[in-house]
């Protein structure tokens, strides 16, 4: 059964809820006890639409644009919907209501309460109002023949009664139902249901059970039941075609049932076991929305439709009605976002004639064409996919609405994967442009707000640090929509009107000269998406996808083309990291690309044009670089991603801010990631994916935490160290190179922290026994940390680990021998060359960058090749070269001198390591007073080694020796037993 | 002791404050502090967040317990309980007086969160009177107060202890004979 049920999400404060869907299924409505009525576009929809109905809201029913809601006040009311203006009181009782109901046709509502009343109300003219007496407790539930001659109302006395509406008289009644004397302590709601279109069966929920009762004869006809329900059932809701029956139990089992085959053909548990207390199918009956007595709202996705294959021409001729239902809908609503927009009026037109005459298989066409002018599109990034699905979107977005739901008898299935709307472009650390306050831009230098109400428009620039400048107020005459802040500007955007060309605003506050403003336009046509401030420059990204790079003072640079729709970019001092559309993504992935850009004297890409990773049907939520200069962004699953330039340009995820979070709806607002400290500095937002203005929200910091396996254990959270304190000090290697200056005290620290993790793993492995496990960490070690090891594994008696681990220390130290040979003879290629032998600067670059190798590499101790660099001491191959440069002058006597040290150096090389290890020990002996401290110290651990190994031949046969005894001692024991 | 001196020691308490400066740890005799960097979240004593905010260089954040929902919660609690109910914090009327005063506008709802403090002060000042009547109308030798702040104790201490005084005087003078036998022992 590939159903899906979505997770829950909070809707309510706890306590009973109800909920229903428009009549469009556009929206899912819910009401609860914190008394709003709350409009949904989606399951995501991150910022519903309220409506205060009063204290509390007992019940909500909806149709033909007017809500009606059951209230504490003892009152029903009606509300229209989808403004929620108040339009009158429908009708009072002595308690509250408990129950509301529409007809089918929606001309009457009937209202039980629990002042043991049901009331019928005509709603274009409440006076007209019947009343039907006869309950002797509060109503629990009641509800209409679709055919408006009877009406079912269950009550707390236990009887479920039928009554004839005109005569206000009692048909039949069964008292099925358990006694109560409340609606609260009832241990139903006996939601009942009547069969739609046919309205032949009743459905009432007694017990564990759900029984049919038919129309007219009143007889109980059948039973539904299902095993997997344990506690009673609280609701039941038919499907939209009359076929399906659905029911939520206490114990919160939703179970559907063919009313027909009385088969189950769906099962769901509530993710919690809450009880479900309102439930809905959505119009094309694909969906199912319920909510708990916890306040929250789920959603079971992608029902099956009551065999969909034979389909009764009714049903067929309600999903007809739908769709008209569904056209009015749009035309409405184009309208209104037509008038947000007039500009684009003659494209939503194009689309409308679009929809009318292209079929599905052409939705990728189309779903370009929306791609592009997408600013119309839905108002959050929150991809409305669930309800966009079925119900159509408001504009051209709706052209990707898939062939599903009640359109499938007009158009021919397509069963593929469906495109999944592209994400809008966003600045990093702002939240969505339709809130009157928001924050423009939240970043490491201060914050940016906007503020567009009836008062005022305008936008608030503060700086963390006010010592790098005071507090802004400006007028938004201009509109801006973008922004962001560095230490040296403030840069604005607005997107065109119908008047103005789209305009890009910089407030260069740290200029030295009296002007601090600049205000370029953009052509025509062109929209500033996205734009972000470097050090001395700003780039804007276009809808034309270009990138326009500017100087901080306002000088236009160089202009290229990005391959696809910016989706967000930052910056860092002079890198630029940009993040676009690469195309369409599929079942709610996104395809995203990302390029990295270095700007400034020496500009190259570093990235180009790469897919950018993201989880499973998540969007980019954030983009940015760590305070280090590191590429970081985070996706709305919460994951938090690194470069790492050591594993050739990958990206690693560091964190997942959705683990620590409390509830499911909760999220951090990610505004700045730190290397050193580790620090990931975010917001944390309780209920929703970004924080409100105010209150001021304040700062939180989590840990970095790599997701290896058990890190539980000791093991693993020794490897997520080290990995993590490996990845995170890549951006010292990066900055020596770009050219910064580097803490080596913190580069220091952090390569010993690794070393004493890795020495830590190493012992944990020799006690487990594992010496593989060992050599493996082994070689991760520097060549002073190995004879450490190897003096470990000699002391714990591993001599087999200690011979290979002394085996290895050799190696490396070789290894750092033949290094720093390199870097000599690259000296000396220096100091020999004649600047007409030199060669040509693009390869001098590489050699000269070489020089300063061991700097960048981690592993390599960096003082002693400091040293060596400075006192340049004489090396084992300048003295056998002084030995051997006549015997090659003699092979080959017309060589010059750089082609001397070459040809030498390649014979050098060709020697044993031992051969090399002894010249180099020989020049050691010559230079005497002047040799390298380290150098001397690193000859005696060679000479410990080695004398480590006598020791363990010691040992073995020492071993041996007790081996035997031992083996004496266990025999007689067995002897003796 | 005086108001002032349970001030001073209410200075001491730890609040967080977002610095809108940058600087390192600073070493002071009673504990390092900081580093500060600006728009981060550090704790620092009360006396420090004041001047620091007298000097406009922070933004005050309001202790947990300085929330209308939890006040209102503790003093319902404070009503329906005859006994003291744990305070929201040992100083929770001199922190309130001292934050409301200098960073009222870092403090969402600062009037209701002043009346609920003045609630729940005078609602146990009133049961700590009480107790005190009881005390001395039963003539009881010694009573057990859990529960009390110290800025509370110092309100009465003084005036409690000295009407004693007084009382037992003039008890002695009433009955010269047996005062010091039968009078209480304070």
């Known amino acids: 059964m590939p159903c899906e049920r979505k997770p829950m999400r909070y809707g309510h404060s706890e306590g009973h809820t109800d909920v229903t869907f428009d009549d469009a299924g556009k929206f899912i409505v819910t009401c609860g006890s914190d008394g709003d009525v709350r409009i949904w576009e989606s399951l995501d929809d991150d910022d519903p639409r309220s409506i205060n109905v009063g204290e509390k809201a007992y019940s909500l029913a909806l149709k033909k644009r007017k809500l009606v809601t059951a209230g504490s006040n003892n009152t029903v009311q009606i509300h229209t919907f989808p403004e929620g203006d108040p339009d009158g009181i429908l009708t009072r009782f002595t308690t509250h209501a408990t129950h509301v109901a529409f007809n089918h046709s929606g001309s009457r509502v009937a209202a039980g309460s629990s002042d043991f009343m049901v009331k019928v109300v005509e709603v274009a003219d409440s006076s007209q109002q019947k009343t039907l007496r006869g309950h002797d407790a509060p109503v629990l539930s009641v509800t209409f023949d679709p055919k408006d001659e009877f009406l079912a109302s269950a009550s707390c006395d236990g009887s479920v009664v039928i009554w004839k509406i005109d005569e206000q008289t009692k048909v039949t009644s069964w008292p099925v139902l358990q006694k109560s004397n409340d609606v609260s302590t009832a241990k139903s709601l006996c939601r009942l249901g009547w069969q739609p279109k046919t309205a032949k069966l009743l459905a009432v929920p007694v017990g564990l059970k759900v029984h049919l009762y038919e129309r007219d004869s009143w007889e109980h006809v059948s039973t539904l039941s299902d095993d997997m329900m344990t506690q009673p059932i609280n609701v039941v809701a038919w499907s939209p075609c009359g076929q399906l029956l659905a029911a939520g139990s206490v114990g919160g089992f939703l179970t559907v049932w063919n009313a027909e085959s009385k088969l189950c053909v769906e099962r769901q548990k509530h993710e919690k076991g809450y009880t479900v207390c309102g439930l809905a199918w959505h119009p094309s009956g694909r969906q199912l929305a319920y909510t708990d007595t916890q306040g929250s709202l789920g959603l079971l996705d992608d029902l099956p439709t009551a065999s969909s294959a034979t389909k009764t021409p009714k049903v067929a001729a309600n999903d007809y009605d739908d769709l008209f239902d569904e056209d009015d809908d749009r035309a409405m609503d184009e309208g209104l976002s037509d008038t947000h927009s007039p500009a684009k009026r003659p494209v939503a037109g194009g689309d409308d004639d679009d929809d009318d005459d292209l079929m599905p298989a052409t939705g990728r066409v189309k779903n370009r064409s929306s791609f592009l002018d997408d600013e119309n599109s839905l108002d959050t990034v929150s991809l409305a996919l669930g309800q966009g699905k079925y119900g159509d979107d408001d504009d051209a977005g709706s052209t990707v609405a898939p062939p599903t739901g009640p359109s499938l008898p007009l158009r021919p299935a397509y069963e593929g994967p469906l495109p999944t709307l592209p994400q809008k472009p966003f600045q990093p650390g702002s939240t969505p442009a339709h809130l009157t306050h928001r924050f423009m831009t939240w970043n490491s230098v201060g914050v940016v707000r906007g503020y567009n109400d009836d008062q005022d428009n305008a936008v608030d620039v503060e700086f963390h640090d006010t010592a790098v400048h005071h507090a802004m107020h400006l007028t938004n005459a201009l509109g801006h929509t973008l922004a962001d802040l560095s230490q040296e500007a403030v840069l604005l955007a607005c997107p065109a009107t119908d008047e103005l060309a789209s305009k890009l605003q910089c407030l260069h506050f740290s200029s030295w000269d009296a002007n601090k403003e600049w205000i370029v336009d953009l052509p025509a046509g062109e929209d500033v998406r996205a734009l972000v401030l470097g050090q001395g420059w700003a780039a804007a990204a276009t809808s034309a996808r270009t990138l326009r790079l500017f100087t901080v003072g306002g000088v236009q640079k160089e202009i290229f083309s990005l391959p696809g729709h910016v989706v967000s970019m930052a910056a860092h001092g002079e890198q630029l990291l940009v993040v676009y559309h690469r195309g369409t993504g599929f079942d709610g992935d996104q395809a995203l690309g990302v390029q990295l850009l270095q700007l400034g004297r020496r500009k190259r890409q570093v990235i180009h044009g790469e897919p950018l990773p993201l989880s499973c049907k998540a969007h980019l939520a954030w983009l940015g670089f760590t305070a280090e200069g590191t590429p970081c962004y985070v996706d709305s699953e919460g994951v938090v991603r690194m470069l790492n330039r050591s594993l050739g340009n990958t990206w690693t995820p560091v964190c997942n801010t959705r683990e620590t979070c409390k509830g499911k709806s909760d999220h951090f607002w990610v505004v700045a990631v730190h290397e050193n400290p580790q620090q990931l500095r975010c917001i944390p937002c309780k209920g929703s994916r970004y924080p409100p203005t105010l209150p001021r929200p304040a700062v939180a910091i989590l840990p970095f935490k790599l997701p290896l396996c058990q890190t539980t254990t000791e093991k693993g959270q020794m490897e997520e160290q080290y990995w993590r304190s490996t990845l995170l000090q890549n951006h010292y290697s990066f900055l020596s190179s770009s050219g910064y200056e580097i803490d080596d005290e913190g580069q220091n620290q952090n390569q010993k922290e690794q070393q004493e993790l890795l020495m830590k793993m190493f012992a944990l492995s020799c006690k487990l026994e594992r010496e593989f496990r060992c050599m493996e960490l082994a070689e991760l070690m520097t060549q002073s940390v190995v004879t450490l090891a190897v003096r470990y594994a000699s002391r714990s008696r591993r001599m087999n680990l200690a011979q290979r681990l002394n085996e290895l220390a050799m190696e490396k130290a070789n290894q750092l021998q033949e290094e720093q040979e390199q870097e000599e003879e690259e000296v000396q290629e220096e100091e020999h060359h004649t600047p007409r032998s030199r060669r040509p600067a693009p390869l001098g670059g590489p050699s000269g960058k070489q020089s300063k190798g061991p700097v960048l590499k981690p592993l390599a101790p960096k003082p002693k090749t400091k040293v060596s660099l400075i006192q340049r001491p004489w090396t084992g191959f300048q003295l056998w070269l002084e030995e051997n440069r006549k015997s090659i002058l003699a092979d080959s006597p017309d060589l010059q001198e750089t082609d001397v040290i070459k040809a030498a150096m390649g014979s050098f090389r060709s020697l044993s390591a031992e051969d090399r290890l002894s010249w180099t020990e020989r020049a050691k002996g010559q230079s005497g007073e002047a040799a390298d401290l380290k150098k001397r110290k690193r000859v005696e651990e060679a000479g410990e080694g080695d004398e480590s190994r006598v020791k363990a031949d010691e040992n073995i046969a020492k071993k041996k020796k007790s081996l035997d005894t031992t083996a004496k001692l266990s025999a007689f024991a067995f002897n003796k037993n | ?186």
């Open chain 2, 1 to 186: 002791m005086d108001p002032t001196e349970v001030e001073f020691l209410a200075e001491k308490e730890i609040v967080k404050i977002i610095p809108n400066f940058s600087l390192d740890k600073i070493y002071l005799i009673g504990g390092d502090l900081g580093p500060f960097n600006p728009g981060l979240p550090v704790q620092v004593p009360v006396w420090l967040a004041l001047n620091l905010k007298q000097r406009q260089k922070c933004r005050i954040l309001p202790p947990q317990w300085m929330d209308v929902d939890k006040l209102e919660e503790v003093r319902e609690m404070e009503r329906k309980e005859d006994s003291f109910t744990p305070p929201p914090s040992p100083y929770y009327m001199e922190l309130t007086k001292l934050l409301l005063n200098h960073a009222s506008d870092n403090i969402p709802k600062a009037d209701e969160i002043r009346t609920l403090v003045k609630d729940i002060w005078d609602t146990r000042i009133a049961k700590l009177r009480l107790s005190a009547d009881s005390f001395i109308s039963q003539q009881e030798a010694h009573a057990k107060l859990d529960n009390l702040t110290l800025m509370e104790i110092n309100t009465t201490r003084s005036f409690l202890l000295g009407s004693l005084n007084c009382m037992f005087k003039l008890r002695s003078n009433m009955q010269p004979g047996t005062s010091t036998g039968k009078g209480p022992d304070y």
